[in-house]
DNA sequence: AATGAATGAGCGTTCATTCAT
DNA sequence: AATGAATGAACGCTCATTCAT
């Protein structure tokens, strides 16, 4: 048996989602996001008493950022971790980003960070964690780096900087940055 | 001695930059500039017709991208570049982005740049002009780095996206990046 | 017994519907129609989301043609029409414009018809159905002017100008003209 | 010697008689009046001190109403007229009103009667003069329709409304009127 | 006579939010 | 839980008019 229509209050998220992405939260009226839920205007206020309530209600719910389990040493919880190809490693990081959230939701996230407390701080712990690893990828890769901490932390830093801003950065800037081709710069940098 | 009272429109373009930077575009009335301003409401309009007009003016007139004077090849076309120093050269351009703007009026370019056109125009000229300069200068230094071209493309864009959004990303993610550590860390990509 | 106040929608329509006749659409503002009325201002944009459709609005549902029934040769369909009497005739249809609106109504209609087409298409059907009640007198009470197609044409033309046009000249140029004597006049040209 | 450019209380007279043509006095600001003249906005309030007194301006200077000369039975007062050819003199009137203003001054007498009252009066003026005309005309035609005299007011009063308003209602309602026909059918309703 | 900056009331419209039902 | 009428502050913008120069 299938669901009949989607409840109303995620029908209102789901229209949420769609205009924030599209047009941003300041110009998207609650009026317009029950239009597009199909719900009557006085039920959006009714499940979000405040209008910001419905994007700290995406960020809550629709984005995930996967953090590395049990302590920082855990084994298995770097799943891309290959010992000895630290580039490979970078690379599979690149395309398995660990935040779990439609494309909508990443244009959220990036378009409304500076002016909303939870979604800046939803990204700032995505930055965390692709640091962390970025950091344990290199560190598993390069057991010789112990010394150059400093250097070790420019480089995930870097990387992770160029990593969730990509797309980001393309948009406004019009230049293309290739994911992989900085993974090997890091790793040279480090090299032996 | 102070200063007669500045004339109007420069008083508009003052309360603007201000509360553009402080609070957004979208959320500056344009009554709220014109208080700031000490100006009537409908000045304001006089000399900006439409609101937007009052970003352009501010992005067109109080930022500078200083770009390369004559050819490529011009001598003293790059101040900061010293052969044999890259790491130096880079960080020198760290210091001095070729960005004449007061910090209001970055964080207003950075801010506003993906949802106004002329503001993201600018934003692109400064981004190929820190991209150019970041190229010439690793070119400079690595004279033997020709075969690489990619690589040394994926390592200026590398440090110009670094160096550009580091104040940026700084407020978003909570995370600090020492652009001298990245110059260094590009410059050892490069290797001898 | 007086009635409860009428909702707030009716008392906007009324506001407007005596506004607009006293003193023309574009000269009331919408705050003044939602003062007259009683209610916030912004209650007349959630009825009507643009002034214009306050003017539709009252067109539509205010004003109504009252067109002839069935066939052109539907027995009953001009009541006024007694052949043989066609001054008679058209006098009575003079009393009896097939026009069901409110004086007020009717100031409207006339002045707002050159700038708004809505209004222009309501007259343009008021005048048809005058014109063509005008001519089927004519018709009925002169069975042999068949021949004389172009002047009855003119007749009924001229008649309905007049009727139609009647009140909106005395205003503007302060000459009265009596229908009946017009009708008599008409009549006469078409001869025995 | 050609004139240079025309002066610029008569360039502010040009511009406010195409505006007020085109869009109606109320949706021409005196800004853009100023603007279309090319003379500086403050310029328009030194000629004229209030923008109605630019209407009021172009409908003294611009309009005029001929007049019939002398006492009512001046001779040669009414050169259209033929005695025997009643019909001939109404269509003669009809192809030159005593009305000297260009087709926009036409609209402008037509637009504005009813909200301002310099314009009602020329028009009212128009419309005795034109009425006088007819009138006469019939008279010297039917020189023994003496004892009808309410019958022939209403005859000229009949065709000057049409006359007047033929443009007019053209617009408004789609009817054209041909005024040759109303010319012949209003002499037919006097005949012999 | 000529100029354009200055003024402020008012306009149509938007919108988050409230609330009685 | 569900509804949509009601509210009023605020918004971007227009405009006739004033006035110092």
New interface residues.
């Given amino acids: 048996m299938s669901e009949p229509t989607a409840d109303s209050r995620t029908r209102i998220l789901d229209a949420a989602e769609a205009l924030f992405a599209d047009r941003?939260y300041?110009?998207s009226s609650t009026a317009r996001i029950a239009g597009h839920a199909n719900v009557p205007k006085g039920l959006v206020f009714h499940y979000f008493p405040q209008k910001i309530d419905v994007l700290v209600a995406l960020v809550d719910e629709r984005t995930f950022v996967e953090e590395l389990p049990d302590g920082p040493d855990a084994p298995g919880a770097l799943v891309e971790a290959v010992p000895g190809d630290p580039a490979g490693t970078l690379s599979r990081l690149a395309r398995r980003l660990p935040l779990h959230a439609s494309p909508a939701m990443r244009r959220i996230l990036f378009?409304e960070?500076?002016?909303h407390k939870s979604v800046?701080e939803r990204?700032?712990r995505l930055?965390?964690e692709v640091?962390l690893r970025a950091r344990r990828a290199l560190e598993l890769a390069h057991p010789g780096a112990r010394g150059d901490q400093?250097?070790l932390e420019?480089?995930a830093?870097?990387f992770?900087?160029?990593l969730?801003?990509q797309e980001?950065?393309a948009?406004?800037?019009?230049?293309h940055?290739?994911p992989d081709?900085?993974a090997?710069?890091?790793v040279?940098?480090?090299g032996t």
Same sequence: chains 1, 2, 3, 4.
């Fill in positions: 941003g300041e110009a378009r960070a500076d002016t800046r990204l700032g930055n965390s640091f400093a250097r420019a480089a830093a870097t992770t900087a160029v969730i801003y980001n950065l948009g406004l800037t019009g230049q940055i290739d081709a900085v090997e710069l890091i040279r940098a480090l």
